[in-house]
């Protein structure tokens, strides 16, 4: 009789699998560097017409798909994050920019709801705006309809609270367990990393992430907890 287990494989700790995957990506940029030049040269001999066009159009993709391999990577990295204090009210005009430029038409579907003042928080602020960034897309790519989306700002004991809502026609199944679990995603460009991204930067920032799937108005609400004053995020780590 066979093992029921024997078709499962071996586990794989998870830092061989960071390690694997960061010298993945890191290959695979290498060669698409080399076709980079390799197509920029192609394209000086060629000169303007219709080849110097396509090669164009071939080094955008190529440029596209080096970026998606290095934020892959990123993932993994090592985090040595930068706090300063930020006000709170300039960090929000800049996330929406940042929502405006990447989501265009999508972005009307947000509806803003902050309530801050003049505070100032301390922050990296790449990476909180990344952490959102994640949070705010995933709430875009999963939208019903065209329901909208409310993205409420607002402190409270010390606390900044970011806080995405949207209408969900199903509950949301194991959500406590969101982000904890990387690569169990087959999803193009996803892969289970997002929401583990976001729990990463939490962790060195000394934040949280909080699911909640409420059945009585069928709303589902993904809420990011962050200190004003950081005592857990260490820039020299």
Not at 167 to 189: Q, T
Request: some cysteine.
């Amino acid at each position: 009789m066979s093992d029921p287990d024997s078709n499962q494989g071996p586990d794989i700790p998870l830092p061989r699998l960071v390690g694997f995957v960061k010298q993945v990506t890191h290959d695979v940029r290498n060669g698409l560097n080399a076709i980079d030049l390799q197509a920029a040269f192609i394209a000086e001999i060629a000169g303007n017409g219709e080849v110097a066009d396509e090669l164009s159009k071939l080094r955008k993709i190529i440029g596209h798909v080096t970026r998606d391999m290095q934020d892959l990577s990123s993932r993994f990295g090592e985090m040595r994050p930068v706090i300063i204090a930020y006000p709170i009210e300039e960090f929000l005009e800049g996330l929406r920019e940042c929502v405006a430029e990447e989501f265009e038409n999508q972005a009307k579907r947000i509806i803003w709801d902050t309530r801050t003042g003049a505070e100032e928080m301390e922050m990296d602020f790449a990476l909180l705006t990344k952490a959102l960034m994640e949070l705010i897309r995933n709430a875009i790519f999963f939208r019903e309809g065209d329901q909208a989306i409310h993205l409420t700002v607002r402190l409270d004991s010390g606390d900044a609270i970011f806080e995405i809502r949207q209408p969900r026609a199903l509950p949301a199944i194991d959500a406590d367990r969101w982000g904890l679990e990387p690569l169990a995603s087959s999803r193009r460009g996803g892969y289970g990393l997002g929401l583990f991204y976001v729990r990463r930067i939490l962790d060195k920032l000394g934040g949280a992430l909080h699911p909640h799937y409420d059945p009585a108005s069928h709303e589902f609400s993904m809420r990011l907890t962050l200190p004003l004053r950081s005592e857990h995020a260490d820039s020299r780590s």
